[in-house]
């Protein structure tokens, strides 16, 4: 068959090329065990990280479709196991499932974020309306800046609430975290801070938070004026495991946007070991063998990974991150609190003995540390933050006495001063919710109680 060449025939068949539709690669679903969904078919076009959109043909009504994104967390033998970001409901064995070319997560932030909340795939949940998206694409897993490449952390960053300011300094772009049990007052702690640090942007990331609790830190805690200047990112409990795990990077990529348009950003998440427990449930249902109380190896790899790219930046943003890790029962060895700690420059440890007594934020200041306390602080003020600790010091090794009425008054100068100093210096580490003390006046007010400086 001999066919007419002519350059008519060339662009009609080039005319018909574009009406081809693009081609689709479709795998289809196997199995569904637990949390995990199984995909068979062209694997080799999937890949670790990738999206896939398992196609639901028919539910209620005849014509709907609905598509259910999944993001691959492995492979085993001729299939790809992949997880849900929403409800499996629905989903039958058969199912289409399109292999999508792009990473599960990607979001491209703009300065119009400011004041709003979304959720872990960046999408807008507090029902005003579209988010107007930047020109930029921030993917979730992002990697961390090349430390060589790095800034050192800069000056003090003044985040208002006294007890951290003066005894605790913490610096721009360093990154702490804050150890409590449950009900301690972790929330309405990194509520304050956002309102009354003096970062540009404040990035609040809620882990598995209880559903109720959301409003309420929004409209009490954080209020009007601290919502103006923050993003919010929310998965509470009830969502799937990856949007939960998921919610951290998005408040990591949103923090960057941040950084990178030359901001100061004070990024938290609220908390760091729910993050560790969607990580450990993923791990688990993809195979991985469970090690320190049950959690499993890509847990420990992904808590640096994570808490990594927040610091300082190669320009001149940087990133201050405080990351809550919860401590139940007063287990400070939990493996993920003792991984975090590894990890992160500083401590701030909140206790609920202190709590009971009525004094908030409950923070330990002698069980607390910031590694960069010593370089950062102002040298002039340093005599004042010893001063100040020995005396917390001594009373605290004499309190059970104290309390019993074992100690007689007279026997030891110093343990007679730290009781005359105590009531004071208790009254300077508590710190209602709507008051703000800067770092100066916070020294200032030290030095009067205690002398020095
Ligand atoms: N600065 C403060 N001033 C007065 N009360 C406070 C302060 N901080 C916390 N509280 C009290 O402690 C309670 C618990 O605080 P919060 O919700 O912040 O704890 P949490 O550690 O976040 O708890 P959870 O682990 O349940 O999330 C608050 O409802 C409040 O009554
Ligand atoms: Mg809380």
Redesign the pocket.
């Known amino acids: 068959m001999t066919q007419e060449r002519g350059s008519g025939g060339l662009s009609a068949a080039l005319a018909a090329l574009s009406t081809v539709e693009t081609l689709e690669t479709f795998g289809r679903v196997t199995a569904i065990r637990g949390l995990l969904v199984e995909v068979a078919g062209p694997v080799s076009a999937m890949r670790l990280g990738g999206r896939i959109d398992v196609v639901v043909e028919g539910g209620g009504a005849a014509t709907s479709t609905a598509t259910v994104p999944c993001e691959v967390i492995g492979f085993a033998g001729d299939r790809a196991l992949a997880m849900p970001f929403g409800s499996l409901e629905g989903v039958r064995r058969g199912c289409p499932a399109l292999v999508r070319d792009e990473a599960a997560g990607a979001i491209r932030p703009s300065n119009a974020w400011l004041g709003r909340t979304v959720d872990a795939l960046g999408r807008p949940i507090d029902g005003l309306g579209p988010l107007a998206q930047g020109p930029a694409i921030y993917p979730l897993r992002a990697d961390p800046p090349p430390a060589h490449g790095r800034r050192r952390v800069g000056p003090p960053l003044d985040l208002g609430v006294r007890c951290i300011n003066t005894f605790l300094t913490m610096c721009r772009g360093q990154r702490m975290g804050i150890f ?10 990194l509520s ?1 801070l956002a309102r009354y640090t003096a970062a540009d942007v404040a990035v609040i990331g809620l882990v598995g ?1 209880r559903g109720r ?1 959301v409003q309420e830190f929004l409209q009490d805690d954080l209020g009007a004026e601290g919502l103006a200047r923050s993003v919010v990112v929310v998965a509470t409990s009830d969502e799937p495991v990856l949007m939960r795990r998921n919610a951290a990077y998005v408040t990591l990529a949103i923090a960057e946007y941040f950084r990178d348009q030359g901001a100061q950003v004070l990024c938290m998440i ?1 908390s760091i070991t729910r993050f560790a427990m969607a990580q450990r449930d993923i791990g688990l249902a993809g195979g991985e063998p469970p090690t320190a109380k049950g959690y499993t190896p890509t847990v420990f790899s992904e808590l640096p990974r994570l808490l990594e790219r927040a610091g300082p930046g190669v320009g001149e943003g940087a990133i201050s991150g405080l990351f809550t890790v ?1 401590v139940e029962g007063d287990d400070h060895n939990e493996p993920v609190a003792d991984a975090v700690r590894g990890i992160l420059d500083g401590h701030i440890v909140m206790e609920r003995r202190i ?1 009971e007594q009525g004094r ?2 409950a923070i330990n200041v002698l069980r607390s540390v910031s590694r960069t306390m010593p370089r950062s602080c102002d040298p002039a003020h340093l005599p004042t933050v010893r001063r100040a600790r020995k005396v917390l010091a001594t009373y605290s090794d004499m309190e059970e006495l104290i309390r019993l009425g074992a100690y007689r008054a007279g026997s030891s100068p110093e343990v007679d001063e730290a009781v005359a100093l105590m009531p004071d210096l208790t009254a300077f580490l508590g ?3 709507e008051e703000a003390t800067s770092i100066g006046e916070g020294y200032a007010r030290l030095a009067a109680i205690v002398g020095g400086g």
């Open positions: 409590a049990g449950s009900g301690v007052g972790k929330s309405v702690l304050m938070e609790e609220d919860l709590a908030y934020p710190q209602g919710k």
